[in-house]
Nanobody, 125 residues
Framework: VQLQASGGGLVQAGGSLRLSCAAS????????MGWFRQAPGKEREFLAA????????YYVDSVKGRFTISRDNAKNTVYLQMNSLKPEDTAVYYC???????????????????WGQGTQVTVSS
């Protein structure tokens, strides 16, 4: 599957952005999805995951209550709604997918098979 992330940009602290990740192919509902980010000089960080049906989600503590992951299987797209953005949220954001049989969520980068190209999010203070 090929993933195309979009929706990044420059936003002031306290603002919002919605990232989208469009997947190619006709079996999007067979993939668990995740969002990660990587800031300069830092390791890639898990943010949020959603299972293949959208019925289960999981977040890293630092974004709980601010970020929301969702998916539309009819549109082959996963979203990351980001509210109350902070300068420390500045990073390149990546979506990732993993073909699954069950309905688990995954929070480790090595568990994902496919990655999007990344979209830059910059939060100014």
């Amino acid at each position: 599957v090929q993933l195309q992330a979009s929706g990044g940009g420059l936003v002031q602290a306290g603002g919002s952005l919605r990232l989208s990740c469009a997947a190619s192919g006709r079996t999007f509902s067979r993939y668990a999805m995740g969002w990660f980010r990587q800031a300069p000089g830092k390791e890639r960080e898990f943010l949020a995951a959603i299972n293949r049906s959208g019925g289960s989600t999981y977040y890293v503590d630092s974004v709980k209550g601010r970020f929301t992951i969702s998916r539309d299987n009819a549109k082959n797209t996963v979203y990351l709604q980001m509210n109350s953005l902070k300068p420390e949220d500045t990073a390149v954001y990546y979506c990732a997918s993993r073909e699954v049989l069950g309905y688990s969520v995954y929070d480790q980068a090595p568990e994902y098979e496919y990655w999007g190209q990344g979209t830059q999010v910059t939060v100014s203070s």
